[in-house]
């Protein structure tokens, strides 16, 4: 089966400091996104990103967030300046290429920790 | 706004035996997807069954069932012949069928805890 593949898999950093995760998503999916799961509890949805630009995103991804599709096939996230409270598993996911009704296929994570 | 409730925390079963796990909904749309996730401790998101709620009859993928109880907004998952492999976190999901981002709302979540 196909698969989503994000890199790191652990990253510390300062608090402070900026972080890219990385994720490369399947290769003829439309619809990609990033969730959070800070240590035992719930997957939270953090942005999705449809053709080009977010079609959605929660109250946590502020402005500190960002997102971008550099290259047609790399999908990142960006925290400008992380703080303690980004410490969490972040997962990319994708789907399509029809529809948002169709399965999604979540990475294995990367997990955040900032010090 | 959706909301998905798992009220178990923590489960345990017997080897070989059945458990069943809950999750109830909120929801005002009619089009709408559930789902349950299993995570194991790798953290891998795995998709174990999905259900569309415009189908009566509830999904089943091999030892895992759903009971889709569409009017009480439930949507447990059962899970049959329990294995050692089957431990892990269990994660209820909500996905809106209209959606234009296809965005799933989780659960809390419900350790399962498989006995020899």
């Known amino acids: 089966e196909p698969e989503v593949t994000q890199t790191p898999s652990h990253q510390v950093t300062q608090m402070g400091q900026e972080v890219i995760l990385r994720c490369v998503p399947i290769?003829?999916?439309?619809?990609f996104y990033w969730y959070r799961q800070i240590l035992g509890q719930k997957v939270e949805f953090l942005v999705s990103?449809?053709?080009?630009?977010?079609?959605?995103k929660s109250e946590i991804f502020d402005d500190q967030f960002s997102v971008e599709r550099p290259d047609g096939s790399n999908f990142t996230l960006k925290i400008r300046s992380t703080k303690l409270e980004d410490s969490a598993m972040y997962f990319c996911?994708?789907?399509?290429?029809?529809?948002?009704?169709?399965?999604?296929?979540f990475g294995s994570g990367t997990q955040l920790s900032v010090l | 706004a959706q909301t998905v409730t798992q009220s178990q925390p923590e489960m345990s079963v017997q080897e070989a035996e059945t458990v069943t796990l809950s999750c109830t909904y909120d929801?005002?749309?009619?089009?709408?997807?559930l789902f349950w996730y299993k995570q194991p401790p790798s953290r891998q998101m795995i998709l174990v069954i999905r259900?569309?709620?415009?189908?009566?009859q509830n999904a089943t993928e091999n030892r895992f069932s759903v009971n889709f109880q569409k009017a009480a907004k439930s949507f447990s998952l059962k899970i049959s012949d329990s294995q050692l492999g089957d431990a892990a976190m269990y994660f209820c999901?909500?996905?809106?069928?209209?959606?234009?981002?296809?965005?799933?709302?989780f659960g809390q979540g419900t350790t399962l805890q498989v006995k020899p």
């Open positions: 999901a909500y996905g809106i069928g209209s959606s234009n981002t296809g965005k799933l709302i």
């Open positions: 990103f449809y053709n080009n630009e977010i079609s959605e």
């Open positions: 929801t005002s749309e009619s089009d709408y997807y």
């Open positions: 259900q569309e709620a415009y189908k009566q």
């Open positions: 996911a994708s789907r399509g290429p029809i529809s948002t009704n169709e399965k999604l296929f």
């Open positions: 290769s003829n999916h439309l619809y």
